[in-house]
């Protein structure tokens, strides 16, 4: 569990992704963990990624599920207006607001139920302490723009991932170790929306290491990426 998630009780005065790759690490270190293959999921996905900045040679394959990689003008609008807000209203008022607006349809039901839940679990203060993590999105990647990492990678999102998906898309093209999986109808929380397909790809591409998976690009296909 993340600091102040589930059964972590350890917190930080304030989170960078930093600070996060340094505990999944040190969540490795403990368990004698020397590489592993690391799957992340949403906010997951982003401090995967900071592991594989910080020491690409512990890292074997990363898949970054519902990845989050970039904020367009409704999440900038949203973040901004969140930001001179959420001390005045109810953080879980704020919470549902994000939530209806990533998944805004039934099919998105059990998802948003399950993110607010686990907000509620987080509590207000911890919850705006992430809340401020997140508005330094876009300066992460910046600031890794130029990072050569080799890193294997799968992306899996859903097409209807309304807010992230083109941002995924972007990354993949321009990356030669990449693979990905669009999931038809299927919105931000694909492990969940779409359990049974997620993790028919994930470990599709996971047993294949150390080759790279042969998928198959079928340009007619939303989908962009079949598994064999």
Known sequence: DLFGHGDTDDSRESYTFENL???????????????????????GSIIADAVAFAAPERVMSIILGGAVMG????????LRSGSIIKGIIPYMWLYRLFAFIMMPRRNHSLSKKVFVREAKKLGGREFKKWYRLMET???????????????HRLYISGEQDYLFVQFVIS??????NAAIHVIDKCGHVCNIEQADEFNRIALYYLTSYPAVP????VPSSRSGFRVP
């Open 21 to 43: 790759a340094e505990g999944v690490l040190d969540a490795m270190d403990h368990a004698g963990v020397a590489s592993a293959h690391i799957v992340g999921i949403s906010l």
């Open 71 to 78: 904020y367009d003008f409704r999440v900038r609008f949203l």
């Open 137 to 151: 999105l876009e300066d992460f990647y910046k600031a890794h723009a130029d990072h050569a990492v080799n890193t």
């Open 171 to 176: 990354a993949y093209l321009g990356d030669r």
């Open 214 to 217: 042969a998928l198959k690009y």
